[in-house]
């Protein structure tokens, strides 16, 4: 035998013991591999057979040479059985497993804890299947009487006509004295457009009534409407519609609230006033005047007594009137210098 084959036998027979030596660390490798992208018939298959060549776990096993890695094959395939659905394998693996490798996928505990609660939930008696409910005799319901339109009074109609051609003889009479550019004019203008709508519009004799009572308003204004360098007409009783006696009972004792409120600030009774309008407050808390008076008041009791907590309540009720959209500052009609210099300092 040659010296060069004898050398080549010796080299395999050093070598084969060698490479199964080292076959456990590949499947290691390769079952963590397949660990990181989900594959668990792959991590089963191969920490199988890396248990097989070392069931020892060690976080410093070592491979060949100097190399060393952190081998727990248990915790890995554990992992694997879990979400195969395979629960009893998976608990004894994490039985043998003292931690993860470089691949953290959770603490054993819990891992443990949800392998034992799906495997006893895979074990509980299926429930009894729900009875079959009874399905009723469908009811057909009885269909609600259509409600028959209300007739309209044909003379109610003619009133209305009537009142609408009257409004708009009355506007022109006020055309023909040049009072076009009176704020009663075009308030009868409105009107009378208004009321032309409602009549298209009426369904009802209650609104019939209501576009009468709107062109009767017509005529009144117009009539009311100066012709230019004339003396101011007083202001008109006008016939109340529908909407102005609702608003009427609908705020009628707020509007008396507020009008004692006003009273006692304009009269300097300051801490009557603001009780007035920290009731209305609670009731309109959406209102920006409501605020701006109740801070005025406020500021007013503190410009008297000194006291910074009238002051310090001012301020939050002008930023609660900012707030609101009340621009611009107040008014000097209503409100002295130093209230709205204290109003624009708010922030």
């Not at 009802?204 to 017509?218: E, H």
């Not at 603001?274 to 209305?280: D, Y």
């Not at 005025?296 to 910074?308: L, R």
């Amino acid at each position: 035998m040659s010296r060069a084959r004898l050398l080549s036998i010796v080299l395999m027979v050093l070598l084969v013991p060698a490479a199964a030596m080292a076959s456990w660390y590949d499947d290691y490798d390769a079952g963590t591999n397949a660990a990181r992208k989900g594959d668990w018939n792959g991590v089963v298959a191969k920490m199988s057979a890396a248990i097989k060549g070392n069931g020892k776990e060690d976080n410093h096993a070592r491979t060949y040479g100097a190399i060393f890695i952190n081998y727990h094959p248990y915790y890995y395939r554990g992992v694997a059985y879990l979400n195969l659905g395979k629960y009893e394998q998976a608990i004894s693996d994490f039985e043998k497993t003292s931690g993860p490798g470089e691949v953290d996928l959770g603490g054993i505990d819990t891992l443990m804890q949800r392998a034992k609660a799906k495997l006893e939930a895979s074990q509980a008696a299926p429930p009894e299947p729900a009875p079959t409910p009874v399905q009723p005799r469908p009811v057909v319901p009885t269909p609600a009487p259509v409600p028959t339109a209300p007739a309209m009074d044909p003379a109610l109609r003619s009133r209305v006509q009537a009142a609408i051609d009257n409004a708009n003889a009355h506007l022109k009479s006020a055309q023909q004295r040049k009072a076009t550019g009176a704020p009663q004019y075009n308030q009868a203008l409105q009107a009378i457009m208004s009321a032309n709508t409602g009549l298209a519009s009426a369904k009802t004799n209650d609104d019939l009534s209501n576009v009468l009572a709107t062109a009767q308003n017509a005529a009144l204004l117009a009539d009311a409407a100066p012709a230019p360098g004339a003396p101011p007409t007083p202001a008109p009783a006008l016939v109340p519609t529908k909407p102005v006696q609702a608003t009427e009972i609908a705020l009628g004792p707020t509007k008396e609230r507020l009008r004692k409120a006003l009273e006692k600030y304009f009269a300097g009774e300051f801490e009557e006033s603001t009780r007035g309008f920290q009731s209305l407050s609670q009731d309109l808390p959406r209102n920006s005047w409501i605020w701006a008076f109740l801070g005025a008041s406020q500021y007013s009791q503190y410009a008297f007594e000194a006291d910074d907590t009238y002051k310090q309540a001012a301020m939050v009720s002008f930023r609660k009137a900012k707030q609101l959209g009340f621009k611009g500052g107040l008014p000097q009609k209503y409100f002295s210098k130093r209230i709205r210099k204290a109003f624009e300092n708010a922030g």
